[in-house]
Structure formats: C-alpha cells, structure tokens
C-alpha cells in the first residue's frame, strides 16, 4: 500500500473553518495522529498529507488543509492559498461545517462549483449540543444547502467514520481505478519494446516512474516486454523472432527510433501515453497542431511536474527550448517552471509545453488543461510536441478513438 505512488491515489481534502476538527477528523480517519491537534485555532498551516487504503476504494491520501478563515497577520492569505492549491489536486472534498454561515456557504458553493463531489460533514458528534449550538437547526441548514443531510462524525468516539467512507466510495470518480496507461494499444500475447535512454535525468540504479508503471502494466497485461537503450535499438530488433506489437519509445529519440522500426510496427512515447492516462488527449493534440502558429517572437511556458537540479541533458529545460528555437527561430522565449508553481495568469503565452505529469494525479492536470482553455492557450505535451517538430505526429499510436492530427507543414 505504501509502494502506491500519490499521484495514482484518490486524493480527499478536508475543508472547513479553524478548530471545525478537521485535524482530528484525519486522525479518525487514517487512525494515526497524523495532523497535530490543538484546542488553539489555527494550528494547521501547511497542508498535512497521510495516505492510506480504503477497503472498496483502495489507496487514498488525506489531505488536511488550513482553516479558510485563516485570519493570522500576514500568514493568513497565504495559508489560505495553501488550501486553494490543494483542492486543485481534489478528487473528493469534506467539507466540515461549524455553523452553515456566509463563509462556509461562500467555501462549499466554490468547491461544488470547481466540480468536486464534496461530502458535507458535521464533526464533534460526541458533544453536547450546548457546546456546539442546535445541532439539529445546524443539519437542517446544511442539508437545504448541500440537497442532502450531512454525515455526523465524532473523532473522539468513532461515530460516523464508516459513513464517510461510504459516502467517498458513492462519490468515487467513475474512471477512478479504471483507467490504464497504454490502453487499447496492446492485448495478452503483444510483445511490446521499450526504448529507455539512460540519460543523466534518470537515477543511478533505477528507472524512473513512467518507465516502472508502463512495465508493470504491461506485465499485468500479459504482454512479453523487451527493453532497450536507443544504442540497442537495432540489436535488440534483431533478436526478437517478429516484429513487436508496439514500441514505446523516450520522447528524445523519437525520430531515431521511428526510421529504425520495421513497418507496420505501431510507435509511440511514455509521454503520448501518459498525455493520455494524466490528462485530455484531444486537448493536447489541438495543441500541437497549435504548433505550426508559432513565430520568433512567440513565448513559450514548458511546465514539469517534478522539481530538480538543471542538467545538461534536460528534456524540458534544454532539449525542447533547442529544437523550439532552431524551428522558430533564436528570438523565441521559453519560460520553465517546476512543482506547483503554474502561472495564474496565462495570457503572455503562445503556448504550453507540459511534460508527461507523472508525480501529478489527474485532476491536478485536467485543473491545468482547463486554466489553459479559459484563457484561450493552447496546451500540449512533451511527447507530442517533439513529435509534432520531428514531423512524425500522424505515425504516432495513441490510445483510444483519437484521429492524428495531420500536420499542415513540416
């Protein structure tokens, strides 16, 4: 359980005011004391994360966030960003309310209206209703908000835990658990090549994680898997008795791997088959085409997931800004930001660069997509853009009912 990547959990957030008991509900929870608790306001400030499995729903990561009504000098409109960059990343929300006021009404009403299944909760079921106002006027306001009565818990004594969890798996995502990364590409029997650059980004000793899930994928799915560097492209074709079902190629040597491959073998990258798995194909592909509009003047954001140290090698920051300029000339601008940190503001940008997303969970990119469309930028993905540069997007496997986009010029 503990193996389970975050970014392939159920993501749940609290939501709720100061000392609502938001703490002490995650503890209930996942049964540890995972959130300090405290009878002072305001004692969560960054958000606390502790992931867990759900019999019915399988792993999950709680998140418990800072009260919305944060009011600390200073600290308090940036803890509150804090939560608003969680629900970002929210598959389901509980939402804690103390009193069904203006600002908890104003919070569920913003969260409802992100698209999050929310589940209304009333915490401190133990107290006596002295201690906590008219419990019933409370569950009534509630439930005339949400259209549904709300789950009375009690953290102190266990009541209403199971009915969260119930309510969770009610609200689960429909593709939550169903999804895979390669789709309809492979069946049992395919014997599938992968060709994995072991380049200065991946660890010493390791695969890095698009790599790990696609093969374990495969292996669940019955397929024969054959891995390679590019320099053991050929070899490797050689030794196998007929031509693989599929090559999964790194996006870097695209080109190399698609002149080398026999015809009729299917090709496509780790990063196409995550654009897929992570996000909105059809997004991403109206993206690239969006490609052909760029000029030496255009300003271009490449997005990464992860955060680390510059390398000489780097996909996102060296390779991709390279070809941008050799296609489009010196003059183009890219911009590179890592982790959680995604421009608010998008309007400066011809287009957006994103990587394969793979320490995000679907949501927190599908958030991102989204951005980009409201703000009428085009998105893609590291994949498809070096695919699209390279000429070679409409030879490109996709899975599912998607059409290459095919390219107007090269």
Same mark, same amino acid.
């Given at each position: 359980?503990?193996?389970?990547?975050?970014?392939?959990?159920?993501?749940?957030?609290?939501?709720?005011?100061?000392?609502?008991?938001?703490?002490?509900?995650?503890?209930?929870?996942?049964?540890?004391?995972?959130?300090?608790?405290?009878?002072?306001?305001?004692?969560?400030?960054?958000?606390?994360?502790?992931?867990?499995?759900?019999?019915?729903?399988?792993?999950?990561?709680?998140?418990?966030?800072?009260?919305?009504?944060?009011?600390?000098?200073?600290?308090?409109?940036?803890?509150?960003?804090?939560?608003?960059?969680?629900?970002?990343?929210?598959?389901?929300?509980?939402?804690?309310?103390?009193?069904?006021?203006?600002?908890?009404?104003?919070?569920?009403?913003?969260?409802?209206?992100?698209?999050?299944?929310?589940?209304?909760?009333?915490?401190?079921?133990?107290?006596?209703?002295?201690?906590?106002?008219?419990?019933?006027?409370?569950?009534?306001?509630?439930?005339?908000?949400?259209?549904?009565?709300?789950?009375?818990?009690?953290?102190?004594?266990?009541?209403?835990?199971?009915?969260?969890?119930?309510?969770?798996?009610?609200?689960?995502?429909?593709?939550?658990?169903?999804?895979?990364?390669?789709?309809?590409?492979?069946?049992?029997?395919?014997?599938?090549?992968?060709?994995?650059?072991?380049?200065?980004?991946?660890?010493?000793?390791?695969?890095?994680?698009?790599?790990?899930?696609?093969?374990?994928?495969?292996?669940?799915?019955?397929?024969?898997?054959?891995?390679?560097?590019?320099?053991?492209?050929?070899?490797? $074709?050689?030794?196998? #008795?007929?031509?693989? *079902?599929?090559?999964?190629? +790194?996006? /870097? &040597? !695209?080109? %190399?791997?698609?002149? @080398?491959?026999?015809?009729?073998?299917? $090709?496509?990258?780790? #990063?196409?088959?995550? *654009?897929?798995?992570?996000? +909105?194909? /059809? &997004? !991403?592909? %109206?993206?690239?085409? @969006?490609?052909?509009?760029?000029?030496?003047?255009?300003?271009?954001?490449?997005?990464? *997931?992860?955060?680390?140290?510059?390398?000489?090698?780097?996909?996102?920051?060296?390779?991709?800004?390279?070809?941008?300029?050799?296609?489009?000339?010196?003059?183009?601008?890219?911009?590179?930001?890592?982790?959680?940190?995604?421009?608010?503001?998008?309007?400066?940008?011809?287009?957006?660069?994103?990587?394969?997303?793979?320490?995000?969970?679907?949501?927190?990119?599908?958030?991102?997509?989204?951005?980009?469309?409201?703000?009428?930028?085009?998105?893609?993905?590291?994949?498809?853009?070096?695919?699209?540069?390279?000429?070679?997007?409409?030879?490109?496997?996709?899975?599912?009912?998607?059409?290459?986009?095919?390219?107007?010029?090269?």
């Amino acid at each position: 359980m503990n193996d389970t990547p975050s970014s392939e959990r159920l993501h749940v957030t609290i939501f709720g005011r100061r000392n609502a008991g938001k703490s002490s509900l995650v503890n209930a929870l996942t049964r540890q004391e995972t959130s300090l608790v405290s009878d002072i306001p305001g004692t969560t400030t960054d958000p606390v994360r502790k992931a867990m499995e759900i019999p019915g729903i399988g792993p999950c990561v709680f998140t418990d966030t800072a009260g919305f009504d944060d009011d600390a000098a200073g600290l308090g409109e940036k803890r509150t960003g804090l939560t608003l960059k969680a629900l970002e990343k929210t598959d389901i929300a509980l939402m804690i309310f103390s009193d069904c006021g203006p600002v908890e009404k104003e919070w569920y009403r913003g969260i409802v209206g992100k698209g999050v299944p929310t589940v209304p909760v009333i915490s401190k079921a133990d107290l006596e209703p002295s201690a906590t106002g008219s419990a019933a006027g409370l569950e009534a306001s509630v439930a005339a908000l949400c259209g549904e009565s709300p789950v009375r818990v009690s953290s102190l004594t266990g009541e209403g835990i199971d009915g969260i969890f119930r309510a969770l798996l009610r609200r689960l995502p429909e593709d939550f658990g169903h999804r895979d990364i390669t789709g309809d590409l492979v069946k049992k029997g395919d014997a599938v090549l992968l060709v994995m650059p072991q380049d200065i980004q991946a660890p010493k000793g390791r695969l890095i994680l698009p790599q790990v899930q696609t093969i374990r994928e495969l292996l669940d799915k019955g397929c024969t898997v054959v891995a390679c560097t590019a320099a053991g492209l050929a070899d490797s $074709l050689a030794a196998m #008795s007929s031509p693989p *079902a599929l090559v999964i190629t +790194d996006s /870097s &040597v !695209f080109a %190399e791997v698609h002149a @080398a491959i026999p015809a009729g073998t299917r $090709l496509t990258s780790f #990063s196409v088959l995550f *654009a897929a798995y992570k996000g +909105d194909l /059809s &997004v !991403f592909m %109206e993206g690239a085409r @969006a490609m052909e509009r760029l000029d030496p003047e255009s300003r271009v954001l490449i997005a990464e *997931a992860c955060t680390h140290a510059p390398a000489t090698e780097d996909i996102g920051r060296v390779k991709i800004p390279a070809m941008l300029r050799r296609r489009f000339g010196e003059s183009l601008v890219t911009e590179v930001v890592g982790g959680t940190d995604f421009p608010e503001d998008l309007s400066g940008y011809s287009l957006i660069i994103h990587c394969g997303a793979c320490m995000f969970n679907r949501r927190y990119v599908l958030n991102r997509i989204a951005a980009a469309r409201r703000q009428g930028i085009p998105i893609t993905n590291y994949g498809m853009a070096i695919a699209w540069m390279k000429g070679i997007l409409d030879k490109v496997a996709v899975p599912g009912d998607f059409t290459p986009v095919r390219q107007e010029c090269v």
